[in-house]
């Protein structure tokens, strides 16, 4: 390739400049320990990826234990994680790169807070088909304290010297399920209308920008991933235009990148949402204002896929690719493109500083192989 638009820089809402447009996309590494400490394993996988991007997200952290959607999952819910999220920070930031947490609450999804006997709740108390724990409704009470817990979160990563965070309203976590109207029949104030199920993610968005604001950090980057859209066969939680207006909501309240989370097996980084002849991030660009850099991305595994998404976003995220090859965007700024390794081997795959935990889980029957399959990882 001659000219790159994926080495040229990008600046973000608050003024920020990163030195190029790919960002580490957020990928739960499962290498904490059972309460959501950081552990040395994770320290040096992201170490070995903080050359990725100019952004290097961590995977989902969650705000309170009763949130926590799988075992080995990373928290930031208590003020003794600081000094573990401070290690992480620093190995991401070693290579000049802005280390962003991604915050979260899982509720229903939380798994991993299930196993541990803790109360799991949803936007509203029902059965979902592929979840075999007991999930109870969030009381209004409930949902006051989670507010303030991810302005507590926000607080902690400001504390552990991350460059920013980035909210997790996606990928079926409680915020999305608040929005979506699979999951809430809530009739009070944080249930109904499609601004009232927006009423949940916007006032987090609100306390986490109260947090930073208070913190007096205008350089502190706030980031915001969505789902587009969630359909789960005939149950529709939202269709795209519904996920537009909530975007819309929170453009006005100010976020500093918007994060378009597609998942690697339905979706690629140019997809269109049924009926609409645009891309997904054609439809969410359109809407954004010039400022707020859109970011996409979904089997970006080569420079051609990452210039190609470019076309329709500012951004680009590596999720898999960088898994396989932490030395990605190395190789291709050193005019070495050829050289990236574009497919995993059970060999390579206890080779590129992955969790224990994670290359194990790419190996064992029925695990992420079958989910969120690494090209090239078969039998
Ligand atoms: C192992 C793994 C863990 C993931 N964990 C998260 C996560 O914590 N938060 C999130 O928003 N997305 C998560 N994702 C989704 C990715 O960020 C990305 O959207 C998806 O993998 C598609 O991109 P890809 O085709 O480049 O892999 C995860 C993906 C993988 C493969």
Known sequence: ??????????????????????????????????????????????????????????????????????????????????????KLATAMKSRGNKAILQICHGGREAAGAAQQ????????????????????????????????????????AIDAGFDGIEIHNCNHDLLQQFFSAYSNHRTDEWGGSLEKRAAFPLAVLKEVRRVIAAANKPDFILGWRISPEEIHGENVGYVVDDMLKETKLVLAEGIDYLNISLTGTQYRFDSKPAGHDQTFAQLFKAITPDTVPVFIGSQVHTPEDAEAALADADGVYLARAAL????????????????????????????????????????????????????????
């Not at 006997?117 to 592929?130: D, I, N, Q, S, Y």
């Not at 304290?145 to 991810?150: G, K, N, V």
């Not at 992420?368 to 090209?375: A, G, T, V």
């Open 1 to 86: 390739m001659t000219e790159s638009k994926v080495l040229s820089s990008l600046t973000l809402a608050n003024g920020v400049t990163l030195p190029n447009r790919l960002m580490l996309a957020p990928m739960c590494d499962i290498g904490s320990t059972p309460d959501g400490q950081v552990t040395q394993e994770q320290v040096d996988y992201l170490r070995a990826r903080a050359g990725i991007g100019g952004l290097i997200v961590t995977g989902y952290a969650f705000v309170q234990p009763n949130g926590s959607s799988i075992p080995g999952q990373l928290g930031d819910s208590k003020d003794s994680d600081i000094d573990g999220l401070r």
């Open 117 to 156: 006997g803790l109360r799991v709740v949803a936007p509203t108390k029902m059965t979902f088909p592929w979840i075999n724990y007991p999930v109870e409704e969030i009381t209004t009470d409930e949902i006051t304290t989670l507010i303030s817990d991810f302005g507590k979160a926000t607080q902690r």
């Open 324 to 379: 396989i090859d932490p030395e990605f965007t190395d190789k291709l700024k050193a005019g070495k493109a050829e050289e990236i390794v574009t497919t995993m081997s059970k060999d390579r795959l206890n080779n590129v500083q992955l969790p224990k935990a994670l290359a194990y889980g790419y190996t064992m029957p029925h695990g992420l192989q079958e989910q969120i399959p690494l090209p090239g990882l078969t039998d």
